[in-house]
């Protein structure tokens, strides 16, 4: 396993989460990397995406101002802080590894994933 997502779990509408994301070393720190999200019923979506530098963040509409995603090159890791969570941000959440070192927002240029982390927002 490449991607190790972690981090998920219960909380209450307006609650905070921070989600972890352990890159492997075979996977290249000069990646981009990214966070997906999949509801029940619903297509796999984009919520945001870092470059290699940790620089030029992208965000979904539906998150923006409210997730912050980072990442630790040092250490391997990467971040999402999810706070003021809705109980539409309900879903299983992955980290992707870029093809390129850019912060893609296509599920597409995303080549290694991780296997997710369930994130459930009650009202």
């Known amino acids: 396993v490449q991607l190790q997502a972690s981090g998920g779990g219960l909380v209450q509408a307006g609650d905070s989460l921070r989600l972890s994301c352990a890159n492997s070393?075979?996977?290249?720190?000069?990646?981009?990397m990214g966070w997906f999200r999949q509801a029940p019923g619903k297509e796999r979506e984009f919520v945001a995406s870092i470059n290699w530098r940790g620089g030029s963040p992208s965000y979904a509409d539906s998150v923006k101002g409210r997730f912050t995603i980072s990442r630790d090159n040092a250490k391997n890791m990467v971040y999402l802080q999810m706070n003021s969570l809705k109980v539409e941000d309900t879903a299983v959440y992955y980290c992707?590894?870029?093809?390129?070192?850019?912060?893609?927002?296509?599920?597409?240029?995303?080549?290694?994933w991780g296997q997710g982390t369930l994130v459930t927002v009650s009202s």
């Open positions: 070393k075979r996977t290249s720190s000069n990646n981009g």
């Open positions: 992707a590894s870029a093809r390129g070192a850019w912060a893609s927002i296509s599920a597409s240029d995303f080549a290694y």
